[in-house]
């Protein structure tokens, strides 16, 4: 499985002082949701966000606490931390139209 702890972009066309969109995405182990949510947030930051990005992936198997800290009720949990307001999404991101809709990631095209 491919875990990025943090992985960041950054294009020469972002405007300089624009906060880069910022993801963490709660997982659990290696688990098939936990593996199919980072393949298809991974697709959705090469496809669809052209701005900078931050992405944190944590595995609460490895740091339980945080899901109580963090008000993590379900995983895979994405959430957008950047720009506020906060939104989040439950599941594997295998809905990539939602996901962007939901998490207003995409710019209207």
Known sequence: MKLH???ERSDDMTSPGVKPTELTLYVAGQTPKSVAAIRNLE???AEHLDESYIVKVV??????K???EHNIVAIPTLVRQLPVPI???IGD???IE????????????
């Open 87 to 89: 939104q989040k999404i």
């Open 59 to 64: 595995d609460l198997k490895e740091n339980p």
């Open 93 to 95: 991101l295998s809905d």
């Open 66 to 68: 945080l899901a109580r």
């Open 98 to 109: 939602k996901v962007l809709v939901h998490l207003q990631l995409a710019e209207a095209r």
């Open 43 to 45: 697709k959705i930051c």
């Open 5 to 7: 702890l943090a992985q």
